[in-house]
């Protein structure tokens, strides 16, 4: 009986063996396909990864509206405490999405379709400002002198057609944002908040029944560690660019800088990326105020951006942030580095909880090997 069940277990391993080895052949043998087949899913269930992330972002404040709704006087909203707080954060999302709509988004689009017209002018004024240097001068020494030859015979309007431009921006947003999407990925997040609590607890229940006991707390351990360092990190730091932003914008606007809005709201987005960000952002900064503003403009305009970076890093983001992560700059660095490498700007953004999470397995690896090791040896004594 064992003999047959031996060779049972054999014939079914060898089995399941050439089935996975005629499926990677068949996945590689149409490649293209399967690339399609990869993109189409994820097409399919990107509105509902957009859900989870809108309801993610939108978790804190449900759960503190709720905190106060079930303090009510009234039965009836302690009893619907749930429901009503995910309705009033919704009415606040949708009352703050039409300001920026209405009011804020045509500034920053009038700004940047003015700076995207002018480009072509104040590339040609700044070929004319280098060309009126003295011949003796540094930037027309050497290698710099051949840079800017090319530079002279770079036609930029080619590249900076209005129309273009626009027409790229209206085909990627209609790709990313269709309004069936957006009403399935809206619908799914209210789905999420509403029902958290039954969703947590199945996956709960199911990790349980999958896993050893010891492996299920060690899980549970790491999944409320992580998930609370990258909700505290993904709130603080889009709360922290918007004050960013509107500081950047408020004092450039005072300086009589062109493009203010365009620029405060870049610093404001490109300052959620730690320590590269606001290098980025402050030297394409710089020069578009240098080109549209002159040097002088600039050189306050440098000033004056440093200073409200200082004052964001020492005191208003450690006030949003409240805990630190407490991972050291260098680590920081290696981290928005790698991410930018692989993945772009959203690697960059990402990288920082990504690595604070990866930074605590590690630490807790070694301090159960450093544990354990030091029992072996007392046991040895």
Known sequence: MNEIKS????????????????????????????LNAIGTFFGVITPFLVGIFIAYLLYLPCRKIEKHLNNSKFRFVRAKSRILSVAIVYIITLLLLVVLIMF????????????IINIPTYFEQTVQRINDLPEDSFIKSGAMDQMLEALKNFDIK?????????GYVSSAISAVFSIVDVFIAVVVSIYILV??????????KFVYAV???????????????SNEIFFRFITSQFLDAIIVGSLVTIALFIMGVEYAPVLGFFIGLFNMIPYFGAIIATVISAIIVWITGGLSQVIWMVIVVIILQQIDANIINPKIVGKSLKISPLLVIFSVTVGGAFFGVFGMFIAVPII??????VEDYVDYKLAMKLANEEQED
Request: hydrophobic letters at 50%; proline letters at 2%.
């Open 158 to 166: 080619q590249y900076f057609q209005l129309d273009k431009i626009l």
């Open 104 to 115: 804020i988004f045509p500034i920053i689009l009038q700004g940047v379709k003015d700076l």
């Open 7 to 34: 060779h049972w277990k054999k014939w079914v391993y060898w089995f399941l063996f050439s089935v996975a080895v005629i499926i990677v052949y068949k996945a590689f043998d149409n490649f293209t396909d399967v």
């Open 195 to 204: 029902e958290r609590s039954q969703i947590l607890n199945f996956l709960r």
């Open 211 to 225: 896993f050893p006991e010891k492996t299920y707390y060690i899980i549970e351990k790491y999944f409320h560690s």
């Open 356 to 361: 604070a999470v990866v930074k605590i397995l």
